[in-house]
């Protein structure tokens, strides 16, 4: 299943049927006073794939149960947009344009069980593949990782390694396979693909793409990161890992491709764009 947001409704789409089967609505009921409509910055399932995650440039966190359309429940805000979420088993981390970072734990009577801040505002949020670590990308070119000791989280809690690309950290995404890499995408007058060691806080191999990178993702079974880009192209590319050699490109989007996602046997890829167009290619 593929959820897409556009203002303040999803869409739940069926990849293998071709066909729409959901749908669900933020928009406050008839006869709701001073409720105001929540337009959605980001969403991500639940690892089960039972629930959908969803944030709104309101500063609310949302959980819904797609298969009953209901809205379980809405987690403690944000004070601005919330713009990406990571789970960690049954914890969700949400980031926020203010640079805050909450920890919740929906099934507690306060959900609320950790926090960071960092000084520019969240990008990108991903728990590593074990849940050993917390990379979060920031507005100010900054990649930050943090433990995963959510007890311990707290405003004043440091991350234990910092690195430092000229953009935004936008698109960023751990390799599944070697569990301490990283990669991150430069933006506009970046353009670097980057692959980072974060024990060592160092760049291990890095390869310019000429666009700007706007969303990434590591295809393990054929070992390619697969990004997406912006200006002159707004193409998919494929990259051969380690190597970084380009495998592939592939052009149908008219604006940035602002997110990807592959399925499990990793033989397609779906990209959206800022052109409010969908793809899914083979790979």
Request: aromatic share 8%; charged share 15%; hydrophobic share 35%.
């Amino acid at each position: 299943m593929i959820a897409l947001a556009l203002g303040s409704s999803v869409y739940i789409w069926n990849s293998e049927t071709h066909a729409l089967v959901g749908y669900l609505d933020l928009s406050p009921n008839p006869g709701q006073l001073y409720q105001q409509t929540q337009s959605i910055s980001s969403l991500c399932w639940s690892r089960d794939g039972r629930a959908l995650c969803i944030g709104t440039r309101q500063g609310q966190t949302q959980l819904w149960d797609v298969e009953h359309k209901q809205n379980m429940i809405c987690l403690p805000s944000h004070l601005s947009v919330v713009r990406a979420f990571s789970w960690k088993q049954d914890l969700l981390s949400s980031g926020s344009i203010l640079g805050c970072i909450h920890h919740l734990d929906p099934r507690a009577p306060t959900p609320l069980v950790g926090a960071a801040v960092q000084e520019e505002g969240i990008c990108s949020l991903q728990w590593s593949p074990g849940d050993d670590w917390l990379a979060s990308g920031s507005t100010d070119g900054l990649l930050h990782i943090w433990n995963n000791d959510i007890a311990g989280l707290t405003k004043s809690h440091q991350p234990i390694t910092t690195m430092k690309q000229p953009s935004s950290v936008k698109a960023m995404g751990w390799c599944p396979w070697q569990r301490k890499m990283i990669a991150t995408g430069g933006g506009w007058k970046d353009g670097e693909l980057r692959i980072w060691d974060t024990q060592m806080g160092t760049c291990v191999t890095s390869v310019n793409t000429n666009s700007q990178i706007c969303s990434l993702r590591w295809a393990e079974k054929k070992r390619y990161v697969v990004t997406g880009h912006g200006l002159p192209h707004h193409q998919v590319r494929t990259w051969e890992f380690p190597s970084l050699s380009l495998s592939s490109q592939l052009t149908g989007h008219s604006h940035r491709v602002l997110h990807l996602a592959l399925n499990p046997e990793c033989t397609q890829i779906f990209s959206a764009g800022a052109d409010q167009c969908f793809h899914i290619w083979d790979l």
